[in-house]
């Protein structure tokens, strides 16, 4: 469980594919505190620890992770947003955040508000129940609040601090990104639905 609060950000280092899996070497400040068997969330996916070499981290990639994120199209040198699993006795600053993507989407527009940033996505108009206005949402890990919701777009507006600190400062138009929806959201849907 994880609270879309952003800790630091890695460096991919290096890729293996081994079979239908994809192995990465990721460096970054957690890493040497990290412990084999941790859960972290790379991107907004919840991937476990295999090894620790030093300022070094190695995680693997299943086919089914692969399909539903964009962590398939990362390349070494791809920066990438890194969060601790939450501790029980602490503060939930963001929102409950599983680490399982449902989706991605596409940024299909930004725009520079003179000291912050206003960032439009689009996603399969499928998911389009999973989304309110002013509601949470997690992309690439980070939590954030929505508005201007569409059937199928979206806004986001990053705050000086976000845009430092996490991956999103690269994002540019036509990129895609990992879309978590609000876990009690798509209870209350899901519930809705069966009747």
Not at 35 to 46: A, E, F, P, W, Y
Not at 75 to 102: A, P
Not at 148 to 163: D, G, K, R
Request: negative net charge; proline residues 2%; charged residues 20%.
């Amino acid at each position: 469980m994880f609270t879309g609060i952003i800790e630091a950000t890695g460096i991919v280092k290096e890729i293996h594919a081994n079979g239908s899996n994809i192995s990465f070497w990721i460096q970054s400040p957690l890493s040497p505190n990290l412990k084999v068997d941790q859960s972290l969330s790379h991107n907004g996916v919840c991937l476990t620890v295999e090894s620790i070499e030093d300022s070094l981290h190695k995680v693997t990639a299943i086919a089914e992770t692969l399909q539903k994120s964009t962590l398939g199209n990362i390349k070494t040198g791809t920066v990438i947003n890194l969060e601790r699993c939450m501790q029980m006795n602490g503060r939930l600053d963001g929102h409950i955040v599983q680490g399982h993507v449902d989706t991605t989407g596409t940024c299909i527009d930004v725009i520079e508000k003179d000291g912050s940033w206003e960032y439009t996505f689009e996603m399969d108009k499928k998911f389009a129940s999973l989304i309110i206005e002013k509601g949470s949402i997690t992309l690439n890990g980070v939590s954030l609040t929505i508005f201007n919701v569409c059937i199928n777009t979206f806004n986001v507006a990053i705050i000086p601090y976000t845009y430092e600190h996490t991956n999103i400062k690269y994002l540019v138009k036509g990129e895609s990104v990992n879309i978590e929806f609000d876990m009690i959201g798509k209870y209350v849907n899901r519930i809705g639905s069966l009747k």
